[in-house]
């Protein structure tokens, strides 16, 4: 074939915040209404001071309707085409399009100033809502839902089987636990096993970071002008707190317990921090002389935590630079998912084609081809035919990477 069949591992989707009301059991739309005005003023202040409100105008000025594609599914599927992408994995959305789920449902899925209740009816809209997407094109849309594992795991099974039924295939979790306990505590075992079983993925994505630490106790209400250097904290570590679950995972022998089990890690600023992490992973595991005196924390696993990261996880190297491509090997190529962050303003949209050919132009093409979509439809288990058929009328000329 002529063109590449790419798939995006890391697109956003969600309604405007009203017309979720349509999705939330009845029973919880008077709390829906009395929130919505909330929700709005919060939004609005979090845009102004984390996304800098002016700079996201300015970027959305023109691209209005294509946005809107957050949501309306006839624009979505011209941005995809358009870009390129046969198929796609979609996240729950947030500030940029101020189209979040209600009660606290989205991307962070804080615990904090929250009514465990009403975060599940907030993440079961969405979750519904997703579910109708998804099933517009099941062969091109991979819909992962929002999950509040931490409050209930009973209530977190039944979501693994409701999704798993529903065309779902993947579930995000929370990377801060709070007050809960970690991702290697065993209470968390029925959550995989039932992942496990069903071939539900289980999925992390950046974003949430400690915000009353970094922007202040009042965010996003604080005033910024107090805490100098805040954003640049906040993306010094942010990835830092991306990966942070998964090494409790990685140590606490869940992967052990559960070998089937799929987890994703995605937009993670890949070539930063994952090569050095392999690196002190394998110190740990392997250079036992270093931490004898530590007793014994290796015995539980049969291989290394890095070993179960190869086995196990993938990486949806979203807003992925030329620099990570030429650091493929030291990441691992098998793993590498490609990314455009749709419909959000750190991504490839609306120069899609022009940063897929600066990352990828001159590599070799089998590589190229895993990277872009090969991978992704190995581990998310795409149907190769039926994407083929997408990329054949709108994927990238092969022609086009060629140095």
């Given at each position: ?53 002016e700079i996201n105008d300015q970027w959305r000025a023109g691209n209005e309707d294509r946005l809107s594609g957050a949501w309306d599914y006839e624009q979505r599927l011209r941005v995809l085409n358009g870009d390129g992408i046969a198929g796609e994995i979609i ?82 979790i929370p990377l801060f636990t709070g007050e809960f306990p970690s991702y290697h505590h065993k209470r968390y075992d029925p959550f995989w096993q039932a992942c496990e079983d069903t071939g539900t993925i289980v999925c992390l994505h950046s974003g949430a970071g400690p915000m009353e630490q970094i922007f202040g106790e009042d965010f996003p209400m604080s005033d910024l002008s107090e805490y100098p250097g805040a954003m640049g904290i906040y993306v010094s570590e942010v990835f ?164």
């Open positions: 074939m002529e063109r590449f069949t790419v798939i995006s591992s890391d697109c956003h989707a969600g309604l405007p915040a009203a017309d979720y009301r349509d999705y939330v059991d009845g029973k919880f739309r008077d709390a829906f209404d009395m929130a919505l005005p909330i929700q709005k003023q919060m939004t609005d202040k979090a845009e102004q001071t984390f996304l800098i409100k996240f729950v959305d947030g500030i940029t399009e101020q189209n979040a789920p209600p009660f606290g449902a989205g991307l962070s899925l804080p615990t904090k100033n929250i009514m465990p209740e009403l975060q599940w009816a907030g993440a079961r809209a969405h979750n519904r809502w997703l579910s109708e997407l998804c099933a517009r094109n099941p062969a091109r849309h991979f819909g992962v839902g929002v999950c509040p594992l931490l409050w209930d795991i009973d209530e977190a099974v039944r979501e693994v089987r409701w999704a798993a039924e529903n065309g779902v295939g993947g579930l995000l830092f707190w991306t990966y942070r679950p998964l090494i409790f995972m990685l140590w606490g022998g869940v992967f052990e317990r559960f070998p089937r089990l799929k987890c994703s890690i995605t937009e993670t600023g890949q070539g930063w921090l994952l090569p050095p992490m392999f690196r002190m992973l394998d110190h740990h595991y392997y250079d036992t002389q270093f931490s004898a005196k530590l007793g014994d924390y290796r015995s539980h696993l049969s291989m290394s935590p890095v070993e179960y990261f190869r086995r196990n996880c993938a990486i949806g190297a979203s807003c992925m630079p030329r620099s990570d491509a030429e650091m493929r090997d030291q990441i691992g190529i098998e793993q590498m998912m490609w990314g455009s962050d749709y419909p959000h303003p750190e991504g490839s949209w609306p120069f899609t084609a022009d940063q897929m050919i600066s990352t990828f132009k001159g590599l070799p093409e089998d590589e190229i081809a895993a990277m872009l979509g090969g991978n992704a439809i190995e581990f998310y288990g795409f149907d190769q035919g039926a994407l083929d058929t997408v990329a054949a009328e709108v994927g990238p000329l092969r022609s086009d990477f060629v140095a």
